[in-house]
């Protein structure tokens, strides 16, 4: 498609249920970032990867956290036994990478607003 | 280690003055330094991108932004604002390479008066 699509745009879960958030990236980029927005926090990195993995982690906030992404296009953050804190937006971006930064510029979708009840 | 630090969490200005929203930067390395805006319910949209050429910056819509590495600023500013420019700016820092996760500051909220 033209530019990053995330779905649901959005979901309301009870607490406890797993839910799963989906990017798709912009065809041919590389690299997909995915970000949480919360009230008071800001947007925070979660996991990027390049490619099918994910050589960076380390800003998911517990092990109820996990991401995969196949084919090199669609990827899918898993969200696990959702606490009430985990409500936020959650963004997705994907990037051309290269060595020259020019190519980095993150194209981001429109997210998807959890509320966890 | 970097940082992004966005000076006002929130500005008020009228239709047909100038926007100026601050932003200073803490980095290692020659960032690469980014302004996006999100309107309400929408994605992020990139304004500007500085990468080490020309150290003042046009954007869309009329913004442009000036590094001053002398000050660590990277303010963005518009000589007239618009109804249509209400919305949440973000300050952005990446020291780029293959990685290049960025770095947001908290945003500035923008509100523009008839």
């Known amino acids: 498609g033209a530019g990053v699509s995330q779905s649901p745009s959005n979901k309301v879960t009870e607490k406890g249920k797993d839910v799963e958030l989906r990017c798709d990236p912009i065809?041919?980029?590389?690299?997909l970032y995915w970000y949480r927005q919360s009230l008071g926090q800001g947007l925070e990195f979660l996991i990027y990867f390049q490619g099918n993995s994910a050589p960076d982690k380390s800003g998911l906030p517990s092990d109820r956290f996990s991401a995969e992404r196949t084919g090199g296009s669609v990827s899918t953050l898993t969200i696990q036994r959702t606490q009430q804190e985990d409500s936020a937006v959650y963004l997705c971006?994907?990037?051309?990478?290269?060595?020259?930064?020019?190519?980095?510029?993150?194209?981001f979708g429109a997210g998807t607003r959890l509320s966890v009840l | 280690a970097q940082s992004v630090t966005q000076l006002d969490s929130h500005v008020s200005v009228s239709e047909g003055t100038p926007v100026l929203l601050r932003c200073n930067y803490s980095?290692?390395?020659?960032?690469?330094l980014f302004w996006y805006v999100q309107h309400p319910n929408k994605g992020l949209q990139l304004l500007l991108k500085?990468?080490?050429?020309?150290?003042l910056v046009k954007g869309i819509n009329g913004f442009e932004a000036e590094f001053k590495k002398s000050e660590t600023s990277f303010h963005l500013t518009k000589p007239s604002a618009h109804m249509s420019d209400a919305a949440e700016y973000f300050c952005?820092?990446?020291?780029?390479?293959?990685?290049?996760?960025?770095?947001f500051g908290k945003g500035t909220k923008l509100s523009v008066k008839p």
């Open positions: 952005v820092v990446s020291e780029g390479g293959s990685q290049g996760n960025l770095i």
């Open positions: 971006a994907s990037s051309l990478v290269g060595q020259v930064v020019t190519k980095n510029i993150q194209y």
């Open positions: 980095s290692s390395y020659s960032p690469s």
């Open positions: 500085y990468t080490s050429a020309a150290t």
């Open positions: 065809s041919g980029h590389t690299a």
